[in-house]
């Protein structure tokens, strides 16, 4: 007898097992379900026909003509073989019986499937599932949901016990909830070795979510012939019938189960767990009853996953809360370190934990149960080494750091956040150990030898509880626990690299600068490498030559260049008149040929970088195909204000080639159609007139800045830019002047200018709030203030300012002041230290 490796079962070839279960027989036709091309052994007597093969028999001549006729009907609406086509109560002209019939098509094959019809008084499946769907609407949490669920379908469904099975990363699985019959021994809390369920079974349970064994001790009734023409078996992966492993029936036989039913539990396309009914006697499911199953598996799946996304909102919701009160308060602190040292114990809030430390700028600080202050060190390292720069988490420390063993009972589990991007500084959560004994459903290391099925494996015959003591492992960190760290990780690095450029000497200050341009950097490359991936993943048509494809692409990716140079040029967003100039340029080729109209008006980076591709598409498929393809072609391109501030399009073509509409639909098609609407919420109307094309489109005012021609003090400070400042270049001499501006890296350079004209101190704030606490804390002497501040804008800033006395300019992307007072001094950015200091100036000569 040799060993055998519990991973051996995955080899059993389950889905052609080659025969059926006993209450039901099958037909397998061609695809179009004429001509019979197998059955099952037992589908003569099943049917009520005469004995013999009805291999290559039409099966018109079996069924007869009206049956077939709904039969192939039934087949063309199953679309998918997961959704086979259902026809109940069929009645046969050879056979008084009625039968349930399903049918699908797979691999080549239509497979038809026979059970004899339930009574007449047998629910509906619409009833069967009202009853358990309506009954679980209500569930507050998972919990509840998965407590309930069991206790339901034993109610309706009748099987002597009803579990739910939910897998763990390993594989293994553990029974959550259970509703038996009373004199049966339970499951609950019992653990089950990944062996029990193998992997090929887990594949079938993805794809046929409804698994039913009506007796463990049945006859399988063969399928002939056994390989087709191509010396194929029939794959039976969709079919309801296929028979069961004789391993798996032996499994059941050795838990005194004689019938069973799985239904899969399926969250975001991955196997979550299996509500599994078992039954000690002989028993099968009407179709109405699985097809109430099924759908009553599917809206639980649903439920689960959104119970499980309303608990991580809500936790969110908390974080956010907290974090947010947190980052006002520090937002005040000069001292980082000491502030989160002071407010160390309020983190607990956040996370489930036994213990908390801080290690900032090598100072170590804790409360609770952590680990020796000399062991940290080698944990920092270690972490930084598992993982630099990210949050990092484990439940058994000592598995991966073996010299934590030595305090394994304070300190089990670890959840590290990063405070820095070097592996410095961590804020660490800790949990004790968490003893525990996992009652396994028989030895899961136990050996196996081989048996009469060979080294597949030959089924466990005891399921005596065997229990497992876990010692040197905490409670896990679950994905949400997670998450918020990572909440935690962004929401503090962005307080230290404040605070450090605030305080920090200019050495420091260049190098923290640049990291977080590396950063900004990171994010850009990653969000412009994803537009390019999805620009040169769309699937090529056939009738497209590789090198007019590549000028397509070139073309593409030199547009949103051109938006990602204005987007960068304008702080964040640009003009779409000088969009849309730099794109049309090339083809003024003869006066009258182009015509542009239109207001001023700008659009914030995201807007522009979608209206660059779509202006592009435009241009080139009008130099391509349209009006700019010829010299007597004209375009117009306008666009108007709407009431609600929407900017809405025109672009008309005429005098182009008689236009034809597209066969199919390209790249550029669906980016123009559909770019607007999905990452605006705006629209796109695309005509092919006969005469040129025409197409209207609508970015909402959201992403809109409809600028006034300017006129106004900014021009004034423009035009003043190239005047000496005061005395000694330094209109500040000394003063403390107020820096209001929401974006951290256009702060620090204009931080510099001020200092560079004189100011003695440059009291920087990002949003209304700080503004106002600035100034009532310290009456500044002069001001700068940006218009917009992300959702806000600083009107009640300028308000405190004017009450006060105190002189202020204005700094702004826009062409104008919008909501403001006329006649204050605007700078519009970018700007120069030399437009500054003209500014300011003017400010003190008023």
Same mark, same amino acid.
């Not at 065997?466 to 896990?476: A, F, G, N, Y």
């Not at 005012?701 to 000694?728: D, H, I, N, R, Y």
């Not at 929401?742 to 560079?756: S, T």
């Given at each position: ?78 679309? =998918? ?104 021994? %339970? ?42 023409? %191509? ?28 019938? %069973?039913? &799985?239904?899969?539990? +399926? ?8 509500? @599994?009914?078992?039954?000690? =006697? ?67 809030? #956040? ?85 525990? =004994? ?137 003009? #779409?008149?000088?969009?849309?100039? @730099? ?85 550029? &098609? ?34 809109? =800045? ?68 600035? +100034? ?69 000569? &008023?």
């Amino acid at each position: 007898m040799s060993t055998v490796d519990l991973t051996n079962c995955d080899r059993e070839p389950i889905h052609i097992p080659g025969s059926v279960q006993p209450h039901g027989c099958m037909l397998v036709c061609d695809e179009g379900a004429v001509v019979i091309r197998r059955h099952s052994v037992n589908a003569a007597e099943f049917l009520g026909l005469p004995e013999g093969s009805m291999v290559g028999r039409r099966l018109e001549d079996v069924m007869g003509g009206q049956p077939v006729h709904e039969l192939r009907n039934a087949l063309a609406r199953s679309g =998918t073989p997961a959704r086979a086509g259902l026809m109940p109560k069929m009645v046969f002209p050879t056979s008084e019986q009625a039968f349930d019939v399903s049918v699908h098509r797979y691999k080549g094959n239509a497979i038809i499937e026979f059970e004899r019809s339930a009574p007449d008084g047998t629910s509906s499946p619409l009833e069967f599932a009202r009853t358990l769907v309506g009954r679980l609407s209500s569930a507050p949490n998972p919990r509840d949901l998965i407590s309930s669920a069991v206790r339901l379908l034993r109610a309706v469904l009748q099987y002597d016990r009803v579990m739910i099975y939910r897998f763990a990363a390993d594989g293994s699985g553990q029974v959550v909830s259970e509703a038996k019959r009373a004199d049966l021994e %339970s499951f609950m809390g019992q653990h089950f070795p990944a062996s029990d369920i193998p992997k090929q079974a887990r594949q079938l349970y993805l794809l046929n979510p409804i698994r039913l064994v009506s007796n463990s001790s049945g006859e399988r009734f063969a399928i002939e012939p056994v390989l087709d023409d %191509s010396g194929e078996p029939l794959d039976l992966s969709y079919a309801h019938l296929r028979s069961v492993s004789p391993i798996h029936c032996e499994y059941l036989r050795n838990m005194g189960v004689a019938a %069973s039913m &799985s239904v899969s539990i +399926i969250v975001d396309g991955e196997l979550w767990g299996l509500i @599994a009914c078992h039954h000690y =006697t002989p028993r099968s499911m009407s179709m109405n009853q699985r097809i109430a199953a099924e759908i009553f598996g599917e809206f639980f799946a649903l439920q689960l996953s959104a119970l499980t996304q309303k608990q991580a909102l809500e936790a969110v919701d908390r974080a956010r809360a907290f974090l947010g009160n947190l980052l006002a308060s520090a937002s005040l602190s000069t001292d980082v370190a000491g502030f989160l040292r002071t407010n160390l114990g309020e983190f607990r809030q #956040l996370l489930s934990c036994d213990g908390i430390g801080l290690l900032m700028e090598g100072q170590w600080s804790a409360t609770g149960s952590v680990p020796p202050a000399e062991f940290v060190p080698e944990l920092a390292g270690h972490v930084g080494m598992l993982s630099p720069g990210a949050v990092w988490s484990s439940d058994c420390l000592s598995a991966s750091l073996p010299s934590a063993s030595a305090f394994s009972a304070d300190v089990s589990g670890v959840l590290a956040v990063p405070l820095s991007q070097l592996p410095r500084d961590y804020l660490f959560f800790f949990r004790r150990e968490f003893v525990q =004994t996992i009652e396994w459903g028989g030895d899961p290391n136990k050996t196996y030898t081989s048996g009469p099925l060979g080294d597949r494996l030959t089924p466990r015959q005891s399921f005596a509880v065997w229990k497992q003591t876990v010692e040197k492992r905490s409670r896990p960190w679950t994905q949400i626990e997670r998450e918020l760290a990572e909440s935690i990780r962004s929401a503090l690095v962005e307080v230290v690299l404040r605070q450090g450029e605030l305080l920090a000497e200019e050495r420091k200050k260049a190098d923290l600068r640049q990291k977080i341009l590396n950063q900004e950097l990171n994010h850009r490359v990653k969000n412009i490498l994803s537009v390019i991936k999805s620009i040169i993943s769309y699937p090529l048509g056939d009738e497209v030559e590789i090198a007019a494809y590549v000028e397509t692409i070139k073309g593409r990716i030199e547009a949103l260049s051109h938006a990602h140079d204005q987007v960068m040029r304008s702080a964040g967003g640009g003009v #779409l008149r000088a969009l849309v100039e @730099a794109e049309l340029g090339p083809y003024k080729t003869a006066p009258g040929r182009l015509s542009i109209e239109g207001p001023q008006v700008a659009l914030d980076a995201r807007a522009f970088s979608v209206m660059a591709l779509v202006i592009h598409e435009l241009a080139t498929n009008a130099a391509k195909y349209g009006a700019l393809s010829r010299e007597s072609g004209q375009l117009s391109l306008s666009w108007e204000r709407d009431e609600d501030g929407t900017c809405r399009l025109l672009w008309r073509e005429r005098g182009g080639p008689p236009v034809k509409v597209p066969t199919r639909e390209g790249f550029g &098609s669906v980016l123009v159609s559909r770019s607007i609407p999905f990452d605006l919420g705006g629209s796109s109307e695309i005509s092919y007139l006969p005469d040129g094309v025409e197409a209207r489109l609508a970015i909402p005012a959201v992403f809109v =800045t409809w600028l006034a021609m300017p006129e106004s003090a900014e021009a004034e400070a423009e035009s003043a830019a190239g005047e000496t400042p005061g005395e000694g270049g330094e209109p500040l001499a000394g003063k403390t002047v107020l820096l209001v501006e929401d974006q951290f890296l256009i702060a620090m350079e204009v931080e510099e200018m001020l200092r560079g004209l004189g100011a003695g101190e440059v009291v920087s704030c990002a949003s209304v709030r700080e503004a106002l606490a600035a +100034i009532e804390r310290r009456r500044p002497e002069c001001a700068v203030l940006d218009v917009s501040l992300g959702a806000e804008n600083s009107d009640a800033v300028a308000q405190r300012l004017r009450e006060l006395g105190v002189p202020y300019i204005f700094a702004t992307g826009y062409d104008a002041v919008p909501s403001l007072e006329t006649g204050v001094p605007a700078l519009r950015k970018p700007y120069t230290r030399a437009a500054l200091a003209a500014a300011l100036g003017a400010l003190n000569r &008023s």
